[in-house]
């Protein structure tokens, strides 16, 4: 676990992607597909989004390598369109409400996704509350056994109603 908190935003981005690069690096020597390593990305919007960048490279090739990556963001209208289109080469979404000015990025977002129109996604998005989400990606058809893309709304309990609260 990285805390890059201490540090001025352009020495934590440097930090960020140098180690992104670093572990790239790494698995791509000794990953495997069949032992995944997860790294979680916080505001991943203040990081490269460009083609040809670590988050780039890790959405497109990660897998193969034993790369699972977990990113949030709570803006994606700073994004250009390549950029956002890259987000969707990740295998699962998860979407909260996200704020009022965004709605829209994150319909169109999902829209694409499942075939449905962003407006009926807005209306979804704004009705989210606090500790719910849409959950976009493959889940198992009990009737077949295979993999489908589904879309679930799910309710995320509190860490207190888990008992973990400090």
Known sequence: IFQLTQLDPHTSRLVTEFALWDL?????????????KVVVLDEVQNLDQREGGPLSKYLREGRKFGLALVMATQTMSSLSKDERDRMFNAGH??????ADTEVKSYAEIAAVATGEKANVWMERLSALQKGECYSLGPSRNEGTGKLELKVFRIGVSSLAERGLDA
């Open 93 to 98: 979404k998860l979407f909260f409400r996200p």
């Open 24 to 36: 790239y690096a790494h698995l791509q020597g000794t990953g495997s597909k069949d032992d995944a």
